[in-house]
């Protein structure tokens, strides 16, 4: 697969192993040919060896040359029978190679034709789709928690440069494209102009930057999201593009010591990390009827504020009145219908943490 290469979901299957199964069928007709002309050696008359009944090498040799052409004229059928089994029995089997030699080329032919049909109408119908640049670890993890809180598996297009992990996002039904994610063709074959949100799941902090700035040139107002192993690294991240960082090192180190200094809140915090299972976080809009009320009394158990730049809790004296065009993040139960959320805004700004 080259660089660059736009792939489709499909069900894993190799070439190798299309062609060996027309191997094993041309190879079993052969072998009920060669038996067939065997079984009525009398009825052929061999010009190597006037008068004597086919051998089994001869049978052999003249399926082969009737299946695979018209023979040569050297082994042909004398007595009415044998005529009568290659009319009904040898021409029919030399009919079916040919249309397996046929179809062959014929499938080429139709996969490429079919691959090119889907690139250009996947192109012009995405839009607003997820980027999930780098397939490992934590790209997985953000693909499965996208497709859990509600993003088809269709609306998301993976990156990476090994082969091996866009045929596993492809069994995983996502589309993917092959290359480095530093690249501007490569992100610009993955349609970024158009991507709402691009989340950067690489291992290195470098390569990291590097995408981050190519992202915000080809996208200025999607959402970019990206993930980095050093805190000092976080920085250099948002001034080269980036609306969220997540320090990856630094949120597994927290969370083990909130284990050992709450073993509770430990629980309740990779609860919440692992949705679906039990607590989940979700964010939504404040409606009509929450505008002027404290941010605590909103329908569902609001754990903060989100308004403009900031992120408030909900005992801060500016969450005490809710405004227009504020968010809510909510706890709510998977066992529970969430409340009604809507999609995030284009752009999304810059949060601060809760202190």
């Avoid at 996208?219 to 997540?246: H, M, W, Y």
Wanted: hydrophobic share 45%; net charge positive; proline share 5%.
């Amino acid at each position: 697969m080259s660089a660059g290469t736009l792939s489709f979901p499909r069900r894993p299957r190799s070439a190798l192993s299309a062609a060996a199964s027309r191997m094993l069928l041309v190879a079993g007709l052969l072998a009920l040919s060669s038996a067939i002309v065997y079984l009525g050696r009398h009825g052929y008359r061999d010009a190597a060896d006037p008068g004597r009944p086919l051998s089994v090498l001869g049978s052999v040799y003249y399926a082969t040359v009737t299946l695979s052409t018209i023979g040569y004229g050297d082994i042909v059928p004398v007595t009415a029978t044998a005529r009568l089994v290659n009319t009904a029995v040898i021409t029919p089997m030399r009919l079916i190679v040919l249309i397996i030699l046929v179809g062959t080329t014929m499938q080429m032919l139709t996969e490429q034709t079919r691959a090119n049909w889907r690139l250009v109408r996947w192109r012009s119908r995405v839009c607003d789709h997820t980027i999930v640049i780098g397939y490992g670890t934590k790209g997985r993890s953000a693909v499965r928690t996208l497709a859990e809180s509600g993003t088809g598996r269709e609306s998301i297009v993976v990156v990476d440069l090994q082969p091996e992990a866009v045929a596993e996002a492809n069994a995983a039904g996502l589309v993917a494209v092959t290359g480095d994610g530093t690249r501007r063709d490569v992100l610009s074959r993955a349609e970024i102009g158009s991507a709402r949100q691009v989340v950067i799941a690489v291992n290195r902090d470098d390569t990291a930057v590097l995408i981050a700035l190519s992202a915000r040139q080809l996208n200025p107002v999607g959402t970019i999201v990206a993930a980095v192993r050093e805190e000092e690294n976080k920085d250099l991240l948002r001034l080269s593009g980036a609306d969220q960082v997540v320090v990856s090192s630094g949120a597994a180190g927290q969370l083990l010591a909130i284990s050992v200094v709450s073993p509770s809140a430990g629980r309740v915090i990779g609860d919440l990390l692992a949705r679906g299972r039990g607590l989940n976080l979700v964010e939504r809009p404040v409606t009509a009827a929450e505008v002027g009320t404290p941010a605590r009394d909103a329908d569902g158990r609001v754990i903060a504020l989100v308004r403009e730049d900031h992120l408030l809790p909900t005992d801060d004296p500016r969450a005490g009145r809710l405004a227009g065009g504020d968010r809510l993040v909510l706890v709510s139960s998977c066992r529970q219908p969430a409340p009604a959320t809507s999609a995030p805004s284009r752009k999304s700004s810059h949060v601060d943490h809760i202190v």
